[in-house]
């Protein structure tokens, strides 16, 4: 049975069109314009150098896989852009998990209020809202309801109602609040 190296020994390495002499050569030449050309799509100097040295050196590693010595330039160029594009996506892929994930309320309160709040039309968790979160009165949100104030305030009394029933089910109190509902 044949090992790896050996197998590996068999199969004919691809000579590289360019010497290391001229792939050194082509380097010092164009260094620069690799970290011109990043800079000049967004990437702050530090790290288009550093995409810059990894684009070289991945060109180094691949260089038998160019075809025309006389385009190393353009081609690790291309290694560049795609080193870059693809820092671009991991980077923005985490930032959108860090987002996502800063976002995520380990509080079940919100749920908790939701499912309280479901029987209710959407009429009156609205009235709900504008009278013990904004703080408005019964004739504050009779015109904009186009009804009385006595109506606003029969309804804000069945919304607790039906509220308080819910809390009580779940096995829990209303929550002491007082607004004046003067007419």
């Known amino acids: 049975m044949a090992t790896i190296s050996a197998l590996l020994a068999e199969i004919p390495e691809r000579p590289s069109l360019l010497s290391p002499s001229q792939f050194e050569a ?11 050309y990043l800079r000049a799509r967004g990437s702050n100097r530090e790290w288009a ?10 060109g180094w590693e ?17 290694i560049a852009r795609n080193l870059r594009n693809l820092d671009f996506r991991n980077a923005r892929a985490t930032e959108i998990l860090t987002e996502t994930s800063a976002t995520v309320d380990p509080d079940s309160r919100p749920l908790f209020l939701q499912q309280i709040l479901r029987p209710l039309s959407r009429a009156d968790r609205t009235l709900l809202f504008e009278t013990y979160v904004n ?49």
């Open 135 to 183: 703080g408005s009165t019964s004739r504050d949100l009779g015109p904009v309801l186009g009804i009385s104030p006595v109506a606003v305030r029969v309804r804000v009394a069945r919304a607790k109602s039906c509220v308080r029933n819910g809390l009580r089910k779940s096995g829990l109190q209303f929550p002491s609040l007082t607004v004046s509902h003067s007419a």
């Open 62 to 78: 691949c260089r038998a896989q160019l075809k025309d010595a006389a385009a190393v330039q353009s081609w690790v160029i291309s």
């Open 49 to 58: 150098e550093e995409l810059a040295q990894a684009a070289w050196a991945r």
């Open 26 to 36: 082509a380097y010092r030449s164009y260094f620069h314009q690799t970290v011109n």
